[in-house]
């Protein structure tokens, strides 16, 4: 996958959609802007502007190339807020549910990547994955291999990628091969932390596995770590399952929640971000919300490990920060369409209803907002970076059949989201450079 360079003025004409705000459960003018016929100009990377091609196209100077993307449709690139890369090779395996699938599949997977080559090979098909699926950010767990980190980010350098990752912390209950100590854990955290973040559109995370296979030495060392590095962030996984639940309550039989565990050292603030948090209360989620935490729904993940239905609804009473993760390896896709088809359906579960906006929200700027970041990406916004997908809206007979009867753009959106994957991705583009496309 290699991109042509970026030129210092180039425009794409098409429909757009961007989002100001959430649109919450309507369609608010303030905080949606689609155009039908709109063009989007980029200058050397960045976003310079977007509105109506009638408006901007007298504006550009004579000779600026003007890409014809007429009836399809760019948004800002889709952003991952919780994925697993060494669980590539183990996606769709058959278990029980959680427990047993990550003693029998994810471990045993993670293992091989104490080998820097099997790292590599990996990282190398994750990221062309990812572009193939439209997504441009991720937020991303290593393994305990402090070379799952180098590879992984080290490939995102190359592909000059807004990405975030770290290595995993565990120091128990999982086999010995993959553990570290509480200290070994933090020196190697600390020295990724000093070789990778804030390098090119690097960040790290401080990765806990989760509070079941981390001492409570090591968590209180990553809280430790995460005071000396504010901007750095924090990424696990809360009360996903209930046998998961039961045994954190023992492991911890002094805190008042699973989240309190988290909280309680320290691991809870802005660029916090927790995946599932589908077991926990309302006190959980104002505490969620008053830190700045967030919470990764990971929908085709919790129905195929049978962990339960994220609450859409008291999320949102709580003000807590959402965005969309995939959960590859316990995801079934690394398609954010199919994720966001597959998350409506939860909703639906729980008799709450998620507009298409709202869904296309989620998946930019909402996932941006979770990850802190939505001053760099997930809009349209003058300076923001220019990571966007082109969407073909004809991907399969039946989508370009479907269209024809859905008038309006909301309309459009839902079977986009109801019917899309991989294939309606069209060209993917960072910082204007296109890295993949089919158009
Ligand atoms: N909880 C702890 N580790 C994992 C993991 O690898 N995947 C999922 N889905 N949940 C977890
Ligand atoms: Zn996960």
Known sequence: MSGVPAQP????????????????????????????????VVENGL?????????LLPTLPRGTPVVDYRGRLLMPGFIETHIHYPQTDMIAAYAAQLLDWLEDHAFPAEGRFSDAVHAEETAEFFLDEL??????TALVFGTVHACSV?????????????????????DRNCPESLRDTAE???????????????????????????AVTSSDAQLALAGQLAARHPG??????????????????????????????????????????YAHCLHIDDEDRMHMARTGASAAVCATSNLFLGSGLFDFAAARRAGMRTGLGT???????????????????????????????????????????????ADRIGSFAPGREADFVVLRMDSTPLIARRMKSAPTPAEKL??????GDDREIGATYIMGERVWGTL
């Not at 003018?29 to 989007?40: A, N, R, Y």
């Not at 976003?47 to 408006?55: F, N, S």
């Not at 359906?345 to 709450?352: D, E, N």
Request: positive net charge; charged residues 25%; contains cysteine.
């Open 9 to 40: 003025l180039q425009a794409y004409r098409g429909s757009l959609l961007s989002f100001f705000g959430d649109p919450g459960d309507g369609h608010c003018e303030s905080d949606v802007k689609f155009i039908d016929d709109g063009l989007l």
């Open 47 to 55: 976003i310079k502007a977007a509105d109506e091609a009638q408006t």
């Open 131 to 136: 572009a193939r699926n439209g997504t441009t």
């Open 150 to 170: 180098d590879a992984l980010l080290g490939q995102a350098e190359k592909r000059n990628l807004r990405m975030i990752a770290g290595k995993v912390l565990m």
């Open 184 to 210: 070994s854990g933090t020196r190697e955290s600390a020295a990724l932390i000093e070789k990778w973040d804030g390098r090119a559109r690097l960040h790290y995370a401080i990765t806990p596995r989760f």
């Open 232 to 273: 750095v962030f924090i990424h696990s996984h809360l009360a996903e399952n209930l046998n998961e639940v039961k045994w954190v309550h023992d492991l911890f039989p002094r805190a008042r929640s699973y989240l309190d565990v988290y909280e309680s050292f320290g691991l809870l603030r802005e660029r916090a971000v």
């Open 327 to 373: 959960d590859v390896g316990g995801g079934t896709s690394f398609s954010m369409l199919r994720t966001i088809a597959e998350t409506y359906k939860v909703a639906q579960l729980r008799g709450h209803r998620l507009t298409a906006w709202r869904a296309f929200y989620l998946a930019t700027l909402g996932g941006a907002r979770a990850l802190g970041l």
């Open 414 to 419: 839902f079977v986009l989201m109801t019917l």
